[in-house]
């Protein structure tokens, strides 16, 4: 049984920086590629980034490029975001989630090719 279980969140003030952890157990974690996305308060759930199973190439939405970054430990079966230079609008629970290598970047921002998730953890950021 596959299980995800995210861990890290909490309430930061604008400007700080968190660590996401992702915690895979029931699979092989470099057979999979792994993406967090996050869904704040009505709104959908939206792609953050992701990386395929070897570890490279990364993807990030627009949003985060240059302040997240995604990564991972195979041998730990953990993934990682860093999230540096927070702001209010990244507020939102954040979820992780495992697929196999996909082959375009498209196809890794779209949650409808993940096929397992976290519960998510909330992150709050406050002004």
């Known amino acids: 049984q596959v299980q995800l279980i995210e861990s890290g969140g909490g309430l930061v003030q604008a400007g700080d920086s968190l660590r996401l952890s992702c915690a895979a157990s029931g699979l092989t974690l470099s057979a999979y590629a792994m993406g967090w996305f996050r869904q704040a308060p009505g709104k959908e759930r939206e792609f953050v980034a992701a990386l395929r199973g070897s570890g490279s190439p990364t993807y990030y939405a627009d949003a985060v490029k240059g302040r997240f970054t995604i990564s991972r430990e195979n041998a730990k079966n953990m993934v990682y975001l860093q999230m540096n230079n927070l702001k209010p609008e990244d507020t939102a629970v954040y979820y992780c989630?495992?697929?196999?290598?996909?082959?375009?970047?498209?196809?890794?921002?779209?949650?409808?090719?993940?096929?397992?998730w976290g519960q998510g953890t909330q992150v709050t950021v406050s002004s």
């Open positions: 989630a495992a697929t196999h290598d996909l082959f375009t970047s498209s196809q890794y921002s779209s949650k409808f090719y993940y096929n397992y």
